[in-house]
Each structure stands twice: as structure tokens, then as C-alpha cells.
């Protein structure tokens, strides 16, 4: 009697192990891994938050060979770039974004015009220093347009 009840207990165990290993099996099908490449707004935003920039980048690049068209993720490669410095991507990300949902432009709108500013400051730093007058008073003129000095502070630079 006890060996049939060892034999019982044995092909119970031996189907619940394969039951769970069926149902483990299921969860890595549908778990994280399963979606891999498709572009979740929430890990997309987790990152953002967490100002860890380079992950957003790695991610949002690699979602994009699979979602191209996906203006959310747009969205995030150029609110990525953008808080990373790199401004040509993040312009050219929002143009892509607004062009797949024009619904977007109000958003980006504050973007793409600190990004223009940001563009015409360091054009016209650009042309300041290929200048001929590369001289104290133009050094001097070039830090009071970008407001980093006073005025009388200029003209006593201007007396020297």
C-alpha cells in the first residue's frame, strides 16, 4: 500500500513539474523579453526621469529599427537629445515626430525654438571670434551681449 502511494506521489510530483514548467515557459513568452523591440512609453519615460540619457538613446535606437514610424518614440529620441545637448538630432527627431503626428507640433513647438535660439547664439559666436577684431574690446563686447558682464564694468575695459 505505501509503495503505491510513493508511486502515486512521485506522478503528481512529476506532473505538477511539468505544469510549472510549461507555465514558466508561457511567462517568458509574454514577459518583458517577449515585446523586446517595441517601444514601451512607460520604460521610455522611467529613463527620461531618471536623466540616464544614454540608456534612452541605446533603447529609442534600437526600438526604432522595428517601429519607425512611431511618433512617440520620436518624441523621446528628441526630448533625449535635447537634454543630452546633442541639438541637431533632437531637431531632427521632433521635425520626424510632428511629421508622423502633426497633433505633436504644440509640444515641440518650445523645443524647436530654444533649439533655433541655441543655433543663432552659437552662429553669431562663431562669426564674433573669426573676426579681425579679435581684440580686448571686441572679447569685451561679445561677454556684455551674452550678459556675463555689467556696463560700467565694459567701459572701464573700454578706457584701458
Not at 517601444?39 to 517601429?67: M, R, T, W
Amino acid at each position: 500500500m505505501l509503495s503505491i502511494s510513493v508511486v502515486f506521489l512521485f506522478l503528481g510530483l512529476a506532473v505538477l513539474a511539468f505544469f510549472q514548467f510549461r507555465l514558466f515557459k508561457l511567462i517568458r513568452k509574454v514577459g518583458p523579453d517577449a515585446n523586446k523591440h517595441s517601444f514601451s512609453i512607460e520604460h521610455a519615460s522611467n529613463l527620461y526621469k531618471c536623466g540616464d540619457f544614454p540608456e534612452l538613446k541605446d533603447y529609442c535606437a534600437e526600438c526604432q529599427v522595428f517601429s519607425p514610424n512611431d511618433d512617440h518614440l520620436h518624441w523621446y529620441i528628441a526630448i533625449g537629445n535635447y537634454a543630452a545637448g546633442d541639438l541637431l538630432l533632437s531637431k531632427q527627431a521632433f521635425l520626424k515626430a510632428i511629421s508622423i503626428n502633426p497633433n505633436l507640433k504644440r509640444e515641440a513647438q518650445a523645443y524647436l525654438e530654444e533649439i533655433t535660439l541655441q543655433e543663432v547664439a552659437t552662429k553669431n559666436i562663431i562669426i564674433n571670434n573669426s573676426s579681425p577684431l579679435f581684440g580686448s574690446a571686441s572679447l569685451a563686447l561679445r561677454w556684455c551681449y551674452l550678459g556675463s558682464i555689467n556696463l560700467s564694468l565694459f567701459s572701464a575695459l573700454a578706457k584701458a
